[in-house]
């Protein structure tokens, strides 16, 4: 009989070893990958609680070195990375200075490594696609129950001229499967 951890599929080659240390933060596996980040879950040795890390990666345009450094795989690439990278840090400020119950906070923020890094929650809960998936139709009173708090976190969003720009189930966090957090 196989441990969970022996059935679950390998990090992708991108992705930073399990057992790195970024600061008082190790890295344990993969959450999930992106066109321009990866996630992970990752251990707070400061206050003893697990976190989940998102790495600015964007595969297409760079790679990792021996020594973890992200570089961009060509000059011509440059631009487009160091762009996105701003993106990247900008998007960590601003979520870091917004305090909703259905927006993901952020707890900090840094840049190292050629890349920068957010440490976020991290939620044991399923995504909102998750949830519609497993249990069939929903009854309305259940989508106005977190609809609404969705509602009120983009509205926070739009009053700072912000726009999402990715809403979908898997970017929704069902927190005791009705607490929405958009992700």
């Given at each position: 009989?196989?441990?969970?951890?022996?059935?679950?599929?390998?990090?992708?080659?991108?992705?930073?070893?399990?057992?790195?240390?970024?600061?008082?933060?190790?890295?344990?596996?993969?959450?999930?990958?992106?066109?321009?980040?990866?996630?992970?879950?990752?251990?707070?040795?400061?206050?003893?609680?697990?976190?989940?890390?998102?790495?600015?990666?964007?595969?297409?345009?760079?790679?990792?070195?021996?020594?973890?450094?992200?570089?961009?795989?060509?000059?011509?690439?440059?631009?487009?990375?160091?762009?996105?990278?701003?993106?990247?840090?900008?998007?960590?400020?601003?979520?870091?200075?917004?305090?909703?119950?259905?927006?993901?906070?952020?707890?900090?923020?840094?840049?190292?490594?050629?890349?920068?890094?957010?440490?976020?929650?991290?939620?044991?809960?399923?995504?909102?696609?998750?949830?519609?998936?497993?249990?069939g139709p929903q009854p309305e009173a259940w989508l106005r129950a977190w609809l609404a708090p969705m509602l009120e976190a983009l509205q926070v969003l739009h009053d700072q001229g912000i726009y999402h720009r990715d809403i979908a189930p898997d970017n929704v966090l069902m927190l005791d499967g009705e607490r929405p957090v958009l992700l």
């Amino acid at each position: 009989r196989m441990s969970a951890a022996e059935t679950r599929p390998p990090d992708p080659p991108s992705a930073l070893p399990r057992g790195t240390r970024l600061d008082e933060f190790e890295l344990r596996r993969v959450l999930g990958i992106g066109g321009f980040g990866i996630v992970y879950l990752a251990f707070d040795h400061a206050l003893e609680r697990e976190v989940a890390i998102k790495e600015y990666m964007p595969s297409a345009l760079a790679s990792r070195t021996p020594d973890y450094r992200v570089t961009v795989k060509s000059e011509r690439h440059h631009e487009t990375f160091a762009v996105g990278l701003r993106s990247f840090v900008n998007e960590a400020k601003l979520l870091a200075q917004f305090d909703h119950p259905s927006l993901v906070k952020v707890y900090r923020f840094w840049e190292a490594n050629g890349t920068a890094y957010m440490v976020m929650p991290y939620y044991r809960a399923p995504t909102l696609r998750e949830v519609i998936l497993s249990g069939g139709p929903q009854p309305e009173a259940w989508l106005r129950a977190w609809l609404a708090p969705m509602l009120e976190a983009l509205q926070v969003l739009h009053d700072q001229g912000i726009y999402h720009r990715d809403i979908a189930p898997d970017n929704v966090l069902m927190l005791d499967g009705e607490r929405p957090v958009l992700l």
